[in-house]
């Protein structure tokens, strides 16, 4: 009989490529995942893997084995929640990963109503980036967690988990006040609703590129490399013709704002991400393109009691305001 256990390890090797990432994300010693799959090698009684390099190479059969693989953990997580619902009563812990904006505009008050509708259940909320929330799901780290993808950064499939839409945010240009406007006649100023989409064969969102390319020789902010926010900013300048000169890495979008009103370059920043009084000092165009946030959790999970009563919380939290809300419900 093959064992769960070690089915998620070669589900995590398929995923990461390299056994020392497989321990160092499930917290064992690469020599202890080295064992187990071996073991698991033997119990299947032909080779799953082979080396290339550094890295490790699944056979055939254990490209096949990794798909059953999927198949049972998901079963295993619909039978906890059957267990869940049985038990009644939601309690212990919930573990919540959340990206900086949601968790100040958005989560507190879900955890207000949760608290209220299930004392007993502990939430535990971690800031975490949307790019390492597949990673901390599939290890466990992580019970549900919100994600974001942009028009230029789209989600890719993520074999073992699945998301549900919540909200769409708009975007905006942030530039200093006193910037030259972009041309009149570039339709930077859209006014169009959330259905703002991609132009028709131009991969960009319509109207766009203008107002982008009017600060082409202006300084950028952007987050830090390997976050999708940096991507986001990266992928609509270059669609626009051209690709931002870096100056400033700032992951917290309130400071990307004040080194705006600095002077110290431009930025795109998110509805949520625009906070507080309008301040004078930074001008803000609208932009046709929208940041879109789902709930992500391990396939399977859906009807786990925990699961959905922080799903249908976060859903209630939503302010009415955010582009799309309505319609990702």
Do not use: K
């Amino acid at each position: 009989m093959l064992d769960v256990r070690r089915l998620r390890l070669l589900r995590e090797l398929a995923r990461r490529g390299t056994i020392a990432a497989v321990a160092e994300a499930l917290a064992f010693s690469p020599s202890a995942v080295s064992q187990q799959l071996g073991v698991l090698e033997r119990e299947a009684g032909l080779p799953l893997l082979e080396r290339t390099g550094r890295r490790v190479r699944l056979t055939p059969a254990g490209q096949n084995l990794v798909l059953h693989a999927e198949a049972v953990l998901e079963r295993l997580e619909r039978a906890d929640a059957d267990l869940a619902a049985a038990r009644g009563g939601l309690s212990g812990a919930l573990r919540i990963g959340a990206f900086p904006t949601a968790t100040r505009a958005i989560v507190p008050a879900a955890l207000v109503a949760l608290a209220r509708l299930h004392p007993a259940l502990e939430p535990m909320v971690r800031e975490t980036d949307p790019a390492e929330v597949a990673h901390a799901l599939r290890a466990g780290d992580l019970d549900v967690a919100l994600v974001h993808t942009y028009d230029f950064v789209p989600a890719a499939r993520e074999p073992g988990l699945t998301t549900e839409p919540l909200y769409g945010e708009a975007m905006y240009l942030a530039v200093p006040a006193g910037d030259a406007p972009a041309d009149s006649d570039s339709d930077s100023d859209c006014d169009c609703d959330s259905d703002c989409g991609p132009g028709p064969g131009t991969g960009e969102p319509s109207g766009q590129g203008p107002v982008l390319r009017a600060h082409a020789d202006a300084p950028w902010i952007t987050a830090t490399p390997g976050t999708l926010c940096h991507t986001m900013t990266v992928r609509a300048c270059q669609a626009a013709g051209f690709t931002p000169r870096v100056r400033h890495r700032v992951d917290e979008f309130a400071t990307v704002l004040a080194l705006v009103a600095a002077g110290q370059g431009v930025a795109v920043v998110p509805q949520l991400g625009v906070t507080g009084p309008a301040d004078p000092a930074v001008r803000l165009t609208r932009l046709a393109m929208q940041r879109r946030t789902g709930l992500a959790f391990r396939s399977g999970a859906r009807t786990h009691p925990a699961v959905a009563a922080f799903g249908a919380a976060l859903r209630a939290a939503v302010p009415p305001d955010l582009a799309g809300s309505r319609a990702a419900q």
